[in-house]
């Protein structure tokens, strides 16, 4: 790996050591890259479901046959770089499209000036579903996130890996991942109800204990509709080896909706005073 992604990384592990957790932002635009980055965010990662929201549309689109989100990943991409200072950026690319040789996808990845790649997570999201077997027996499922991932080290690059179990999770530590995203979601977490967090809890300690197992340097992030909220991020940290959080929609689209909302409304609700020359 790159002297400066050794040195990065070394900076991520002496920060949990030190007593501090690990932020990852995901980015859809420069402006988003901005506020990450005044807000502290170790690094970025720019990719299609973060650009769709930051366009207002759902991020499901990013799972059905509209765009191609290697296409729409790569034009927001030097927005997102612009805004992100001397802060790493991570590109996602969507390995499953074979029109796309993985190599391919790593030297566009180079040539927008990105410092690693994160796998686009679709098929992952339909665990249990014979959509993902097909995918899979089709040669377009993990095997080819894998490769992605082994590929980028290969060149040196950083990457972040998303993950929606233990095998996984080991799969890619044990290609030497350095930052790796535990998908938390109610439905593979086992979750009884809403506010079942100590099943989450569970869940993500199996997960943390199948990477380390694999590659005790990896750095673990939380990520995923039950890891959203802040509250329930650091009920999740707190017991769990997990070094740090991965903002998503909790860290673009969450907040933004709101303080746009109330910005407005304050204007909207000044005072009528009758102009009198």
């Not at 009920?235 to 070094?243: A, D, E, M, W």
């Amino acid at each position: 790996m790159k002297k400066q992604y050794e040195d990065f990384l070394a900076g991520l592990h002496s920060r949990y050591d030190g007593g501090g957790y690990v932020v990852g932002s995901g980015c859809g635009s420069g402006l988003s890259a901005k506020g990450a980055v005044a807000g502290g965010a170790d690094f970025l990662a720019c990719y299609s479901t973060a650009v769709y929201r930051t366009r207002g549309l759902p991020t499901l689109l990013s799972f059905l046959p509209y765009d191609d989100c290697n296409k729409i990943t790569q034009e927001a991409f030097p927005n997102v770089k612009v805004g992100s200072g001397d802060r790493p950026v991570l590109i996602g690319c969507g390995a499953h499209d074979l029109r796309w040789t993985v190599d391919g996808l790593i030297d566009k990845a180079e040539e927008l000036g990105a410092d690693g790649t994160v796998n686009e997570f679709f098929i992952g999201y339909f665990r249990g579903h014979s959509l993902k077997k097909a995918v899979d027996d089709a040669g377009m499922g993990f095997s080819r996130e894998l490769e992605l991932v082994r590929k980028t080290l290969d060149r040196g690059l950083l990457s972040l890996t998303w993950v929606f179990d233990e095998q996984e999770a080991a799969a890619a530590a044990s290609l030497g991942a350095p930052l790796i995203g535990l998908m938390l979601y109610p439905e593979n977490c086992g979750m009884k109800d809403p506010d079942d967090y100590d099943s989450v809890v569970a869940f993500a300690i199996k997960m943390a204990e199948a990477a380390f197992k694999e590659n005790p340097d990896a750095i673990l992030f939380l990520h995923g509709g039950a890891a959203e909220k802040y509250e329930n991020v650091r009920y999740i940290l707190q017991r769990t080896p997990v070094q740090g959080f991965f903002t998503g929609s909790s860290g673009e689209r969450i907040p933004v909706v709101p303080a746009i909302a109330d910005t407005v409304r304050n204007f909207r609700e000044i005072p009528f005073v009758p102009y009198r020359k």
